[in-house]
């Protein structure tokens, strides 16, 4: 099997990119936020999975009211970087793993999921920002990317609940894998609360937010039942995107279901342009052992 090891959740800020890109990271406005990561990128460097699914969204940037794809799979090799309006960011392009991703996609479609397979599309701030966030600048990407882009720009969105079982059923097909041996991380990405337009630009919500970080990382069952109106009312009409989220939580281990994963690394910070940053690394609990033989009843043999 394919081993998933960590889950990673983190907000995807353009300006966090451009901040990056254009040297600014150690001006007081950005340094604080960039602290933040700096425990990931040393556990990133002793941790370094083979393949990333990266969940994130497009901004109507690889698709647009042409074509409205709910959860979208890569399933091709290689993925240039968008020009968002000011030239591509200059990250290294993104390359895939379709094997892998051609077996998640026959074990999720035929696990009732209706993915949409796509081989050739470019790929914007919302999977390149997490990347530049957790591995620095580097000249080319540390591991694969499988990109997994939801829509949650154009209704309807998905439900928390679809989410987390779209990354329960993306799990099983991890567990199914019988290819080369692989460390697979599933990123949640985008978020946390923020408004980019109309009366309610620059709304932040930072109880509503790390309300959602405990729900997350406790009960994540009840936070499937939270409805999409809920995050538009509480985390503004760009605070949808922490649904992102649920995909990367479903895929842990189902035997912690509702209880409590560690928390590797948590932070949260606002601002960043008009968002507030969230950021986790969780991992399933190491499972008990087994009793020890000494402890069990004898075996009886006739
Ligand atoms: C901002 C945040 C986003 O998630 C995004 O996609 C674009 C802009 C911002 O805060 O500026
Ligand atoms: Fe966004």
């Known amino acids: 099997p394919a081993c998933y090891t960590s889950a990673l959740f983190t907000s995807h800020v353009p300006a966090i990119g451009a901040a990056m890109d254009l040297g600014k990271t150690e001006e007081p406005y950005w340094k604080k936020l960039f602290a933040g990561y700096e425990w990931t990128r040393r556990w990133i460097k002793e941790n370094t999975p083979d393949v990333i699914i990266l969940i994130y969204n497009d901004h109507a940037t690889a698709f647009d009211s042409t ?71 580097v000249d080319e990407w540390p591991c694969k990317v499988i990109p997994l882009p939801v829509n949650v720009v154009q209704y309807p969105v998905p439900s928390g609940r679809r989410c987390y079982e779209l990354g329960k059923a993306i799990r099983r097909a991890l567990d199914k894998w019988d290819g080369e041996p692989l460390n697979v991380q599933i990123w949640g990405t985008g978020g946390m609360s923020h408004q980019l337009q109309g009366p309610r630009a620059g709304l932040i919500n930072e109880e ?20 999409h109106m809920e995050y538009v009312d509480e985390a503004g009409s760009e605070g949808i995107e922490l649904v992102d989220w649920l995909i990367a939580r479903g895929a842990m281990d189902d035997q912690f279901e509702g209880g409590a994963p560690s928390v590797d690394h948590r932070f949260y910070h606002v601002p960043a342009s008009n968002t507030a940053v969230g950021h986790l690394v969780l991992s399933n609990p190491v499972a008990q052992p087994a009793p020890v033989a000494e402890e069990l009843p004898q075996e009886v043999h006739a």
């Open 67 to 137: 074509i409205i794809p709910t959860f979208v799979l890569g399933t091709g090799a290689h993925y240039p970087v968008a020009d968002e309006g000011y030239g591509p960011r200059p990250v290294p392009d993104v390359y895939g793993h379709p094997e892998l991703a051609a077996h998640i996609a026959q074990s999720v479609i035929q696990d009732d999921f209706d993915l949409t397979l796509v081989n050739e599309m470019v790929v914007d701030h919302g999977l390149t920002v997490p990347l530049s966030l957790v591995f620095g600048d």
């Open 208 to 227: 509503w937010d790390n309300a959602f970080l405990d729900h997350l990382i406790a009960d994540p069952l009840g936070l499937t039942e939270w409805p």
